[in-house]
């Protein structure tokens, strides 16, 4: 079964500071990998996707993931931290099928201080 | 175009009742997951539906049931409250099936209180 693993609930970062958030899934086929963002009583958000092809994926807001299928990890890296960064992040995995569904992680914090 | 929309967008209930959550669609979609959100479980897949019927089903008990209607729009019914159901429910629509890569969209979510 597939299964996301995302590693600590809650990152703080300097305005202006890198942004790395971890995933690593588990998944007996190759895999679509998903990241979403939810920002305060709201909606899930796309950012960026995975599906095929290359494995630097770039995304919305300045966000990028890259696939790493011998660390089975995609984890969500930007540059310069905004405050408006501020949100839950999401990891998600889907597998191709007739029965597939999405599992998602559990979920990072990101704080963003001034 | 109009991104999916849920109703009501709060609801308090108290143990034993049931209630009925509301989700329309983006224009077009024909797939359309329920998902639970609480703090200590995360995102939890509950069900999806496409065309009318239920395509894949998470692992809850016979309590949490849906249904979606020929116009895409879809309900769920939780049946017999409990205060472990205390949580956010979230809808997601799609063109296709989950399992591709098509994007879900989601909506605001209906918060609900079980006292």
């Known amino acids: 079964a597939q299964s996301v693993t995302q590693l600590g609930s809650h990152v703080s970062v300097s305005e202006g500071a890198l942004v790395l958030l971890r995933c690593n899934y588990s998944?007996?086929?190759?895999?679509?990998l998903f990241w979403y963002v939810q920002y305060p009583n709201q909606g899930l958000q796309l950012l960026l996707k995975?599906?095929?092809?290359?494995?630097l994926v770039k995304g919305i807001n300045g966000f990028e993931a890259e696939f790493k299928k011998s660390e089975t990890s995609f984890h969500l890296t930007k540059p310069s931290a905004h405050m408006s960064d501020a949100a839950e992040y999401f990891c998600?995995?889907?597998?191709?099928?007739?029965?597939?569904?999405?599992?998602f992680g559990k979920g990072i914090t990101l704080s963003v201080r001034p | 175009k109009a991104g999916v929309t849920q109703t009501p967008r709060y609801l308090i209930k108290t143990r034993g009742q049931q209630v009925t959550l509301s989700c329309s669609p983006i224009?077009?979609?024909?797939?359309v997951s329920w998902y639970q959100q609480t703090p200590g479980q995360g995102l939890q897949f509950l069900f999806e539906?496409?065309?009318?019927?239920?395509?894949n089903k998470g692992n809850f008990p016979g309590r949490f049931s849906g249904r979606q209607f020929s116009n895409s729009r879809s309900e769920m019914n939780v049946s017999t409250l409990e205060l472990g159901d205390s949580a956010l429910y979230l809808c997601?629509?799609?063109?296709?099936?989950?399992?591709?890569?098509?994007?879900?969209?989601f909506g605001p979510g209906t918060r609900l209180t079980v006292l």
């Open positions: 998944s007996s086929v190759p895999p679509y």
């Open positions: 224009s077009g979609h024909r797939s």
């Open positions: 995975y599906t095929t092809g290359a494995t």
């Open positions: 998600a995995v889907s597998e191709s099928g007739a029965n597939s569904k999405l599992t």
């Open positions: 539906y496409f065309s009318e019927t239920q395509r």
């Open positions: 997601a629509s799609s063109l296709a099936p989950q399992g591709l890569d098509n994007e879900q969209f």
